[in-house]
């Protein structure tokens, strides 16, 4: 049902109230776009993986972990050549 308006006081309060509402909106998604942007950058990437490495390594059987740190070993000698 429609409201039914009796003043322009009326409606340019109902005005404002929408404004701030989004506003409130632009920034909740503003500050969403930022989260997102931190959760991806690159330092937070790099941690991410070797936390999941290391767990699957602690996880996983004792001569699984080491041809996995023996891998992991190789390719970071080769990287630093």
Known sequence: M???YTSLEEINSDLKILEVKREIHYQK???SV???K???SPD???KNT???IANF???SGSLQAFVIT???KYLFKKRRQ
């Open 57 to 59: 390594v602690k996880s």
């Open 70 to 72: 023996t891998v992991l």
């Open 38 to 40: 931190e959760e991806l």
């Open 2 to 4: 429609r409201k039914q």
């Open 50 to 52: 070797v936390g999941s």
């Open 34 to 36: 930022d989260d997102i």
């Open 44 to 46: 937070r990437l790099v």
């Open 29 to 31: 998604i503003f500050q």
